[in-house]
């Protein structure tokens, strides 16, 4: 059974870091692109960064956080990570890691694409 597990979610000040895992257990995550993404109540997923598998690249989307999250992996550990730096009161929201078995040069922004989903961890960004 696959599981992904997020966690390094918590209440910060805006300006404040931290640094989400995503532990991936029952399949060894370097045979699959990771995605995080971040749901605010009621609204679809939104897509933060994503990075493929083969010779690692990271991609992000047009209106994404450049410059202040950073998403990379350690396959050795199978766990994923998402950097997030100088967090906003808008950054709050609970984020999600997802893997796509079907990708491994490349990974997408698409939801729906992804076939493994982790439960979330809850960022609230408040002073």
């Known amino acids: 059974q696959v599981q992904l597990v997020e966690s390094g979610g918590g209440l910060v000040q805006p300006g404040e870091s931290l640094r989400l895992s995503c532990e991936v257990t029952g399949f060894a995550l370097g045979g699959a692109s990771v995605g995080w993404f971040r749901q605010i109540s009621g609204l679809e997923p939104e897509s933060l960064a994503c990075i493929s598998t083969t010779d690692p690249n990271t991609y992000l989307p047009e209106n994404s956080m450049m410059g202040r999250f950073t998403i990379f992996r350690d396959d050795a550990k199978n766990t994923a990570y998402l950097q997030m730096d100088n967090l906003e009161p808008e950054d709050t929201g609970v984020y999600y890691c997802?893997?796509?078995?079907?990708?491994?040069?490349?990974?997408?922004?698409?939801?729906?694409?992804?076939?493994?989903w982790g439960q979330g961890t809850q960022v609230t960004v408040s002073s």
């Open positions: 997802a893997i796509d078995p079907k990708r491994l040069r490349t990974c997408v922004f698409r939801a729906s694409e992804y076939a493994y």
